[in-house]
């Protein structure tokens, strides 16, 4: 691959911000990558590991003479940052987020990109359960979609430029508008770690008065619910604060079905039970025959884990 961007600038540098950096140097995507953490533990951490040339101790010194920035923060600190960086944001460059809420983080940022800067939202469908810039690994972005909502007016060269890096990762691309992504991001993504959080909670609770046996004897299904708990707190205390009106409206729907199953389940309906419940496995039969995720027994977690650097 050729260098799409001489100079990047990373803010925040977690599990898709480092992974970015790693594929970056793998596929020699970039010629300089800089990047701004707020501790200075995880900037010395990123120095170590060597997955950026230089760890600014400022986000304005890190986005000085960039061409892309990426903002790489808890959705809620996006505003703070982007008001931070953009008195010093270089005529032409691109701004771009990583956040799973986007109409949000376009009210937040917008504002502070000065003209002639272009703004490009975007959002990696990508993640383990860990954080932090030891997480990161070049491959992260390996057949996975990386979805974009750009704004009206936007830049097409722009666009196109930012597109050919995203690709070079690996990565699948797909556009759509900022309210629409919030209410599938509701479905897919948000309403599952809140459903989860819940059940680990209540088992938490349960263990209490159990002896722990809750988590001695835990099944697949609730170490699955554990694996999505362990996401950062951070991260989902302010995807669900700015993205309150869709994950609500899907866990209104998501109630009302389980109303139904409890019904079933009090009545008898075996019927009810085994069409429902043959009607869902084909959603995970879809998703593996998209590439999402694998049919290797448990889950392919008895492989050997991807590099990390």
């Known amino acids: 691959m050729t260098v799409i961007y001489n100079r990047v ?16 140097k793998a596929e020699g995507l970039a ?12 900037r010395q951490v990123a120095r170590e590991i060597g997955f950026i040339d230089h760890a600014a101790d400022t986000a304005a010194e890190a986005v000085r003479d960039a061409d892309l920035v990426v903002l790489a923060v808890p959705v809620g600190a996006m505003g703070d940052i ?68 750009p704004l009206a007016g936007h830049d097409p060269a722009a666009l196109a430029r930012f597109r050919s890096l995203v690709e070079g ?15 599938v ?60 009106d869709a994950t609500l409206e899907i866990l209104g729907r998501f109630t009302e079905e389980l109303f139904a199953l409890q019904r079933a389940i009090r009545l008898g309906d075996g019927d009810h039970l085994h069409a429902y419940f043959t009607r869902t496995r084909a959603i995970r039969r879809g998703i593996i025959e998209a590439g999402q995720d694998t049919a290797a027994p448990d889950f392919g977690r008895g492989q050997p884990p991807a590099a990390k650097g």
């Open 169 to 183: 990762f690996g990565a699948k691309v797909d556009s759509m508008d900022a309210p629409h992504h919030d209410v």
């Open 82 to 149: 982007a008001a931070e960086i953009g008195p010093h944001l270089k005529p032409g460059a691109t701004v771009t987020d990583v956040g799973s809420v986007k109409q949000a983080v376009i009210d937040a940022v917008a504002p502070h990109i000065p003209k002639g800067v272009h703004f490009i939202p975007g959002h990696p469908m990508a993640g383990t359960e860990y954080s932090g810039p030891r997480s990161g690994f070049a491959t992260l972005f390996q057949n996975r979609w990386w979805l974009l909502t």
């Open 185 to 244: 991001l509701a479905v897919v993504s948000h309403t599952p770690h809140l459903i989860a959080y819940t059940m680990v909670g209540v088992a938490d609770d349960l263990a209490r008065v159990t002896d722990s046996e809750v988590i001695q004897y835990s099944a697949a299904g609730f170490r699955d619910f554990t694996r999505i708990a362990a996401s950062d707190p951070t991260m989902w205390r302010d995807v669900f604060l700015t993205n309150k």
């Open 9 to 24: 600038a990373l803010i925040g540098l977690g599990l898709i911000a480092s992974s970015m950096a790693h594929a970056m």
């Open 31 to 42: 010629g300089e990558i800089v990047g701004f953490a707020k501790s200075a533990e995880t």
